[in-house]
């Protein structure tokens, strides 16, 4: 059921949570899947929904830097990061408090990934519930995340019975992915804040170790974020049975990106065009080359993810 955020429904969705249920939110990178974090049982039925592989730990959002510090240890980096960024799209991967978030969100790590969401109405529902919450984004794992309420029921169906509408998020992107436990950040995922912006606070931060299909950044699993169609990445131009996704005015595109070069755009497009072209009929999805540069990091990433061939079928 999508619903519109009122004050009741905000409220509702509390209830629901409360009672170790699910509620589908708006951040403003992706739409999320919430359930108590502090409940191995609700966070249970997160994973059920999702389809998702147990070894995947999950995001804990909370409200603010005191609630952030009640479930993850600060080091001075965490702490110039977090008063830069938050609330917004970055996630800190920190030291576990003990017992604050349950073992199973966490995917038996002694690290927690912990980000204060800036959309209005996650952080109403943050501010209701009264406690962290654990929320992937709200897709089947392995498939393309939801940009908007309708994709949230479009991919998960039944499997969640409360969708607050809080219309397309702005970033479009999941939130980047901070390692900040010691001096020297690590840059386990882009995101929706780009390299040059983090570096900023942080200074230089390090790739993670290449991952592969066995994660050593969990989560980080080759094929992500797929359509069903084929991708393929650097089309200059479509071949017969493709759709074209263009970028920056791609002549002949069916569909592009932003057509005036701007990668924030481009960035709050992606996956709504990635399912857009995703029809029965198209075998392909070719996307024409996309700059390297700020948010270009994150996209390319995604595009990269979404053309891998899979060599495990996530998508139930
Ligand atoms: O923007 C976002 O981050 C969205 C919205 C809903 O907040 N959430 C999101 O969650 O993308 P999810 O579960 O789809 O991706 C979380 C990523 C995974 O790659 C996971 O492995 C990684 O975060 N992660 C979580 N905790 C971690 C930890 N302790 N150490 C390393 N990686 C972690
Ligand atoms: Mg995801």
Same mark, same amino acid.
């Given at each position: ?14 209830? =629901? ?5 699910? @509620? ?24 059920? /929904? ?11 959002? @909370?409200?603010?830097? /005191? ?43 002694? &690290? ?31 498939? @393309? &995340? ?30 980047? =992915? ?38 050593? /950044? ?63 009929? =198209? ?15 994150? =996209? ?17």
């Amino acid at each position: 059921m999508i619903v519109q955020p009122s004050p009741e429904a905000v409220a509702r969705a509390a209830e =629901i949570l409360r009672a170790g249920g699910l @509620v589908a939110l708006p951040t403003e990178t992706v739409y999320g899947l919430a359930a108590d974090a502090r409940s191995g049982e609700a966070v249970a039925r997160i994973y059920e /929904a999702k389809g998702r592989p147990r070894f995947n730990p999950l995001i804990a959002h @909370v409200a603010d830097r /005191a609630a952030a510090e009640r479930v993850a240890v600060f080091t001075p980096l965490a702490a110039r990061l977090a008063d830069a960024f938050w609330p917004g799209p970055l996630t800190l991967v920190l030291e576990k408090r003990p017992g604050a978030i349950s073992d199973l969100a966490t995917a038996g790590l002694d &690290s927690v990934g912990v980000r204060v969401p800036a959309h209005p109405v996650a952080r109403a529902v943050l501010d209701a519930f009264g406690g962290p919450l654990a929320a992937p984004s709200a897709n089947r794992s392995g498939a @393309v &995340s939801p940009t908007t309420a309708a994709h949230v029921a479009d991919g998960l169906g039944d499997r969640v019975e409360f969708i607050l509408d809080g219309g397309p998020c702005t970033v479009g992107l999941e939130s980047a =992915i901070v390692d900040a436990r010691d001096a020297r950040g690590v840059l386990l995922r882009p995101g929706g804040l780009s390299r040059e912006n983090l570096e900023a606070i942080a200074g230089p931060l390090e790739d993670p170790a290449p991952a592969g299909d066995r994660p050593s /950044a969990p989560g980080m699993l080759t094929s992500h974020y797929a359509p069903r169609a084929r991708v393929r990445l650097h089309a200059e131009r479509r071949r017969p049975g493709e759709a074209l996704l263009g970028f920056g005015g791609t002549p002949g595109a069916d569909l592009d990106l932003s057509p005036a070069g701007d990668l924030r755009e481009a960035a709050a497009n992606l996956f709504c065009m990635l399912r857009d072209l995703d029809a029965p009929d =198209i075998t392909t999805i070719a996307v024409a080359p996309v700059p390297e540069t700020s948010l270009g990091e994150a =996209i390319n990433d995604r595009l990269q993810r979404a053309s891998v061939k899979r060599v495990y079928n996530f998508n139930l």
